[in-house]
């Protein structure tokens, strides 16, 4: 899935900038021959994502990855907070987990590079003041950050919470998705990306720096609403929903296009 020329870039990448190992857990699902109602069907994008983490796995020694099938291992699930397929944890030295829903593609495959080193680093290289703020969190605090694959903004949002939450454990990231996960825009009134939403009761969209993405966590771990707000002209519209029609059956693709950084 990722061409021989972008693998043999990475191969250099993850040699000069895993610090650390990272223990990647991906968790999938079979093919179910009757329709189970309430559960979407994604065997189609669980194995596009698996296909893509085991030659990611294949160009350092240093990312050890772990399959799982939702079904089979429902107990190591739960214990790492998924609910959903596609789903990919990351812990790093901390074995702080950070929780990505979805097939991270296009330009979200950037980020999940990053992502990896920044996670086998342990540590984030935030501002001392932005580290005050974070020190001051005490309680959980749950952050979702929804993206789309093509959307420039979206890997700005999602490094700067994985930041957040490898600063402090109460944290709790979750990335979603929302092309492969269209049930949560409803919930969440996503009408762009990047969109964060704090304790699923605040939102706000568009980029938030590591300074005023810290003082919204604070405010929200201490039940109050978050005001800083997010970069309006970083975000990109969510299309609007067609017609459902009826199409024919055919072979099925993998959506294509890797953003591979250097």
Do not use: W
């Not at 991906?26 to 309430?38: A, D, R, T």
């Not at 790492?80 to 929780?99: K, Q």
């Not at 092309?179 to 409803?186: A, H, L, Q, V």
């Amino acid at each position: 899935m990722i061409p021989l020329k972008e693998q043999e870039i990475l191969k250099q990448r993850f040699a000069r900038d895993l610090q650390n190992r990272v223990r990647v857990d991906f968790f999938g699902q079979k093919p179910h021959g009757v329709f189970v109602p309430g559960r979407a069907e994604r065997s189609g994008v669980c194995e596009d994502a698996r296909k893509l983490l085991h030659e990611l796995a294949g160009l350092n020694l240093r990312i050890s990855l772990t399959t799982h099938d939702i079904d089979d291992d429902a107990t190591t699930a739960q214990s790492l907070g998924v609910e959903g397929v596609p789903a990919i944890v990351l812990r790093g030295p901390t074995n702080r987990a950070i929780r990505y829903f979805g097939n991270p593609r296009m330009r979200q495959f950037t980020a999940f590079v990053e992502a990896l080193v920044l996670v086998a680093h342990g540590k984030a290289n935030l501002e001392p003041d932005t580290l005050k703020t974070l020190r001051r969190l005490k309680t959980d605090v749950s952050l979702k950050v929804f993206v789309t694959p093509p959307c420039t903004h979206s890997p700005l949002a999602v490094i700067a919470a994985m930041r957040m939450a490898l600063e402090n454990s109460h944290v709790k990231l979750d990335v979603y998705d929302v092309t492969t996960f269209p049930e949560m825009i409803g919930p969440f009134y996503v009408a762009a990306t990047p969109m964060h939403v704090f304790n699923d009761l605040y939102a706000i969209p568009g980029v938030i720096d590591d300074a005023r993405l810290a003082d919204d966590l604070l405010l929200a771990a201490q039940g109050q609403e978050p005001s800083k707000g997010g970069d309006a002209k970083r975000m990109t519209p969510l299309p609007r929903p067609q017609p459902r029609q009826r199409q024919p059956q055919g072979p099925h693709t993998t959506p294509g296009g890797l953003y591979v950084p250097r």
